[in-house]
């Protein structure tokens, strides 16, 4: 998902360029009904939340007992014998429904992203160039083009697929599904060299790309070339956007709740090849200068013997879908235009919507991952607000108590400057977003992966560090996934930025 300028065109034919509405200020409003969906999450858990304190005072108090102790605490019992036998029975209950409500732990073992061969880069000068070539694109559509790349926030070493670089272009189901393998292959390829997994012990495989649906599928492409076993539950995400990554980390997360001791992959990636515009709609234009090629593939397991290998626990995945609302559905929409070319339309209203689906989002997650100090003050402020209708500045939470790490999806300057901004970020917490976007450009639903391997690669991530990966995309939908660092986190071999880290983080002139 990126930002949407609005486009007019002056007396000269000129086309200019206005910056859109910007994100809404979603914490000065909040919707009583996501606080309460918020502590509804945290009731689910309470059980479990008590139980742990109160087994952990019962063993601490027991190691602390002497044999005189343990004398006289046999002979009460043996006149207490009611209450020995109630006490047991409560014992054994809340036991067994806490063994039976806990989930499973899942961990993530190690992830990789898929980094493009040198020869598929597109610098501005060429991708300008290759679109007038073309013959598709108006003077002024041309005009637009450029200034969305000056103002884009990407650098001159993103990737765009091999058929792009044709002149003309050669967009056809066997390049797209040429594209789909070499990002797909290239990211397994390197996640099972690095963890030494066999593709047999894969028992879930879950792939997402939202514009790009074959027959046979993308994970049965997959399955096809690793050989996986011939029970693996398989799934495909199709036209859920970019934010589908979290969505399909959820899902092998509920299917690692009812299958025990097995492995999942999640590989998310976006096709580019058959879902160029080749229009002059401006609002269709803008994901030819935004998206670029990239994929990325994620180990998960729920087996106890992984977490000393493991980099990261999941802690929590809150989902956002605003779907029922006919504006915040269309307004990341594919469709044809006037001369029957099929792009995908970004909406005028795109970022007033993408700030209401995101305060819905940190609304829920918020009684989750805050320090109960921040809870009380957010919630006394809005209580006080709600009930006596007082002018009462609301108090915007800190995340930053909460998260070490932020990993906001790269669709584009706009949305990461506001995020920065509403949230009360600081430039550091955000750099890896914007050295995302500038080195790899907007990858769809696997950016936040490249994020989270920048960190990894700075050599931020401490073991106990808390990670917020948060991303948009269309439907409308805002999702976030919590993970945290079981260990101090070195980057993994071949990691997108390994030869380019110390470049970064770079100065952006825009």
Same mark, same amino acid.
């Given at each position: ?205 879950? +792939?997402?790309? =939202? ?7 993308? /994970?049965?492409?997959?399955?096809? *070339? @690793? $050989? !996986? ?63 670029? +090629?990239?994929? =990325? ?7 106890? /013997?992984?977490?000393?290998?493991? *980099? @990261? $626990? !999941? ?196």
């Amino acid at each position: 998902m990126g930002s949407n300028p609005r486009t007019t065109s002056n007396g000269d034919g000129d086309v200019l360029i206005h910056q859109n509405r910007r994100l809404p200020d979603f914490l000065q409003s909040v919707n009583l009904k996501y606080v309460k969906l918020g502590y509804h999450y945290l009731m689910t858990h309470l059980l479990t939340l008590c139980l742990i304190p109160l087994m952990s005072v019962i063993i601490i108090q027991a190691y602390q007992m002497n044999p005189d102790d343990v004398h006289q605490l046999w002979v009460h019992l043996q006149y207490n014998l009611v209450s020995v036998i109630i006490c047991s029975a409560v014992l054994v209950f809340g036991s067994t429904v806490y063994i039976m409500t806990r989930p499973r732990s899942v961990y993530l073992v190690d992830y990789s992203c898929y980094r493009p061969p040198y020869g598929l880069q597109v610098k501005f000068r060429q991708f300008m160039e290759h679109s007038k070539l073309t013959g598709d694109f108006d003077e002024s559509s041309l005009e637009f083009q450029r200034k969305i790349l000056e103002r884009s926030g990407l650098g001159e070493e993103t990737y765009v697929p091999e058929a792009m670089h044709f002149i003309p272009p050669r967009p056809s189901m066997a390049a797209a599904r040429e594209e789909a393998e070499q990002v797909m292959f290239g990211a397994l390829d390197n996640l099972f060299a690095n963890t030494n997994i066999k593709p047999k012990d894969i028992g879930i495989l879950v +792939v997402n790309c =939202s514009l790009f649906n074959p027959t046979p599928s993308l /994970s049965a492409m997959i399955v096809n *070339k @690793y $050989k !996986l076993r011939g029970n693996i539950r398989s799934f495909n995400l199709g036209g859920m956007g970019c934010s589908a990554g979290d969505i399909a980390i959820d899902l092998a997360k509920d299917m690692l709740q009812v299958h025990r001791n097995t492995y999942a992959v999640v590989v998310s990636t976006e096709n580019i090849t058959q879902n160029w515009y080749f229009g002059n709609k401006k609002s269709m234009l803008i994901p030819n200068c935004l998206f670029r +090629v990239g994929g =990325s593939a994620i180990l998960l397991s729920n087996k106890a /013997s992984v977490r000393r290998i493991a *980099k @990261y $626990k !999941l802690v929590h995945v809150v989902r956002t879908h605003k779907g029922a609302d006919d504006k915040a559905f269309r307004c990341v929409y594919q469709e044809q235009d006037e001369a029957g070319k099929i792009g995908v339309s970004l909406s005028k209203e795109l970022m007033a919507i993408a700030g209401g689906a995101l305060k819905t989002n940190i609304t829920t997650l918020g009684p989750l991952v805050l320090p109960l100090r921040e809870q009380l003050l957010f919630f006394a402020t809005l209580v006080v607000k709600k009930l006596f209708n007082a002018k009462v500045k609301p108090y915007i939470p800190d995340f930053k108590l909460a998260f070490e790490h932020f990993c906001i999806h790269a669709g584009g300057r706009a949305v990461i400057d506001e995020l920065e901004k509403n949230l009360q970020l600081l430039p550091l917490h955000v750099e890896a977003s914007r050295m995302t976007l500038h080195r790899f450009g907007n990858t769809s639903s696997s950016s936040i992966w490249y994020e989270l391997a920048y960190t990894e690669a700075k050599g931020r991530m401490r073991k106990g560090n808390r990670v917020w990966q948060i991303a948009f995309g269309s439907g409308f939908k805002c999702n976030s996934a919590v993970w945290q660092a079981l260990r101090n986190v070195k980057p993994s071999p071949k990691s997108p930025w390994e030869d380019c880290i110390d470049r970064y983080p770079v100065e952006i002139v825009l």
